[in-house]
């Protein structure tokens, strides 16, 4: 795994990009601490041409992480926004799949995910479901953003700074193409694995 290809960004805060050795493997990494009451992250991002049954697959391992001091604190949010344009790069959508330090942190189309390893393998069109959209949205493009996210408390210079963010691990990102009769089984049983995220965020 390497960053070629990947647009780093970041919109405030201590930005970490780089490939570690992490679970076996060497894998793209983004780092984040916060600096900003208002909110900011970073990310390493990727846009694909969409093709509703082309799968896209992935490995990541999400870790937010939060800081208090008293009745201060502030949440951090790490993991993947799957997001979708048109032809003119507007957004149509977009869904993530995070772990967060605070259910509030969850967008109405994003799925809190366990820090650990996973594995993630679903075509195009399943994605954009979990967005909210379908076959009569005009998708031209699917990005992947791989982000962490926090926000910041300053102390006055009394008490300590509570700044929080997160780190994303990622590997063996590939976008491919499925013959049309494994594309609609793959459909089927990739939607059984999303609708199992859906009921762990209901859960939540």
């Known amino acids: 795994m390497n960053l070629d ?9 201590a930005a970490t990009f780089d490939v570690v050795a992490r679970n076996g493997s060497n894998r793209a990494h983004v780092g984040h601490v916060s600096n ?8 390493l991002s990727m846009t694909f041409d969409y093709t509703a049954t082309d799968v896209v697959s992935f490995e990541m391992e999400a870790v937010a992480f939060l800081s208090q001091f008293g009745g201060r604190i502030r949440h951090g949010l790490a993991g993947v ?17 995070f772990n967060v330090t605070s259910a509030s942190l969850l967008g109405p189309n994003d799925f809190s995910i366990l820090s650990t390893q996973q594995s993630y393998s679903s075509t195009m069109a399943e994605f954009a479901g979990l967005a909210g959209l379908g076959n009569t949205d005009p998708i031209a493009k699917m990005s992947l953003s791989f982000l962490a996210r926090g926000s910041f408390s ?12 997160g780190d994303v691990w990622f590997d063996n990102v590939s976008v491919s193409t499925v013959p049309v009769p494994a594309a609609a089984w793959l459909f089927g049983s990739g939607l059984l694995g999303m609708t ?9």
């Open 5 to 13: 290809g990947w647009a780093q960004g970041n919109t405030g805060g």
């Open 36 to 43: 900003t009451n208002t909110g900011d992250q970073s990310s």
């Open 81 to 97: 926004e799957v997001s979708f344009l048109n032809t003119f790069n507007v957004p149509l959508g977009s869904a993530g799949l």
């Open 154 to 165: 300053f102390g006055g210079n009394i008490q300590p700074n509570v700044r929080s963010g």
């Open 196 to 204: 199992g995220v859906a009921r762990r965020k209901k859960a939540a």
